[in-house]
Each structure stands twice: as C-alpha cells, then as structure tokens.
C-alpha cells in the first residue's frame, strides 16, 4: 500500500487553460474526498464521493469545476477556464467508510499556479 | 455554519518546551482528527480522537466531546515539529472541516 498518490504535484498554466489533477486513493478505501488549500489557510471541503457516486459538492465548486470517480477507483479533478484564483494546493484524501472510524488520509497535494 | 477554531494562531517555542494546542468546535462531534502539516504541504494524521485521550511518543490528544473541545499536546519540542497543526471535526455525515490552524516554529 503506497497511500494517497496525487498527480501532478506542480501545475504552472496560464489563465483559460484547462487542467486535470488525478487521485489514486489507498485501494480498499471507498471513500475520496477533494479539499483545496489556499496560503495560510485550512483545507476547504470541495466534493466527496463514496464509491463511484459524488454524494456531496461544496457551493465552492463551480460549474467551472467537475469531479469524477469512474469505478469507484482513481479520480479526476478538472478545472476549465482556470483563473488566478483558482492557485491553491488541491488534496485528495480517501478513507474507508465503515461502521467504524472515518479517518481521512491525505496526498501530497497538488499545487496549481494560474499566471 | 459549523465553526472550528484553533489556538494560538502562532507559536514559537525553544527545542525542548512543551506546549498545548487547543481546537474549538460550536457542534457536537462525531469524528476529530489532528494533522501536522509538514512544510512541503503534506497533511499527516496525528490522532484520531472523537472522545479520551491518546498518545504516541512525545505527543497526546484529549478531547471532550460534550464541552466541544480538543487538546493537543506537545511534550520536548523539536525542530522537526515545526509546522503547521489542525484539527478536522467531523459530523457523521460527510465532510470533515478543518479549524484555521496553529503555526509552530521551534527554533533550535
């Protein structure tokens, strides 16, 4: 088990570029959450899915943004449009959602500039 | 909306000294998490600590769950603990949200 991997872990693009950031949670995870990260601030929920079904988006996610989980496995983040706004740090985290705890596990992020 | 608040904001410590976070929550909890996030961004589970308290090693957490508070503590800082620290409260339903977060610099 290698944990939560994010790619790519640095995107430079210019503003009105697309992007597409990839989560591959911990496999018996069902459960993957994105956050995004702005300097000196704590994680801002933006979407969660458990399995392949996206049951909760945070009023933060514009119609700019879509998340998806086919399969239940990887995700994909997409940004379309980016604005300078949208630099932040985006984290995947997946936890297994059981009768039991819920305890999240996080990727190494990845950081997105928008110049 | 929930809130989660941190304290101190900010916190600098000499190697050695020990020192206590704190996290505040305006609901009832299901779930709390601590994170250490390192200085490349990488969020670290700490303790997960709905209710009681919890150690490893130089560090332990309380919380109690009907005050609506959590503690973390850290015994014999080192450098290597600087960083940024939060806490994640959860309600059982889907998201976690985190508090604003204490920043801790140790210096050697």
């Known amino acids: 088990d290698t944990g939560v991997s994010q790619d790519p872990r640095h995107k430079i693009t210019k503003r009105g570029q697309n992007v597409t950031f990839r989560c591959d949670p911990i496999?018996?995870?069902?459960?993957l959450y994105w956050y995004r990260q702005t300097l000196g601030q704590g994680p801002e929920f933006l979407t969660y899915?458990?399995?392949?079904?996206?049951?909760?988006k945070s009023r933060l996610l514009s119609d700019r943004f879509s998340a998806e989980r086919p399969k239940g496995s990887f995700s994909t983040l997409e940004i379309q449009r980016t604005e300078q706004g949208d630099s932040a740090m985006y984290l995947c985290?997946?936890?297994?959602?059981?009768?039991?705890?819920?305890?999240?596990?996080f990727g190494a992020g990845s950081r997105l500039t928008v110049l | 909306g929930i809130q989660v608040e941190q304290s101190p904001p900010d916190l600098i410590l000499q190697e050695g000294a020990n020192s206590t976070l704190r996290c505040n929550f305006s609901?009832?909890?299901?779930?709390l998490q601590w994170f250490h996030q390192n200085p490349w961004g990488q969020l670290i589970n700490l303790f997960y600590?709905?209710?009681g308290t919890k150690q490893n090693g130089r560090l332990s957490a309380t919380t109690v769950a009907t005050e609506r508070y959590s503690l973390l503590y850290i015994s014999s800082s080192q450098t290597t603990d600087s960083g940024v620290y939060f806490c994640?409260?959860?309600?059982?339903?889907?998201?976690?949200?985190f508090g604003t977060g204490t920043r801790l610099k140790v210096l050697a």
């Open positions: 600590i709905p209710s």
């Open positions: 985290a997946s936890s297994f959602g059981g009768t039991g705890a819920n305890v999240l596990t």
């Open positions: 994640a409260w959860y309600s059982g339903t889907y998201k976690y949200i």
């Open positions: 496999s018996e995870h069902n459960r």
């Open positions: 899915f458990q399995n392949e079904a996206q049951l909760e």
């Open positions: 609901d009832s909890v299901n779930n």
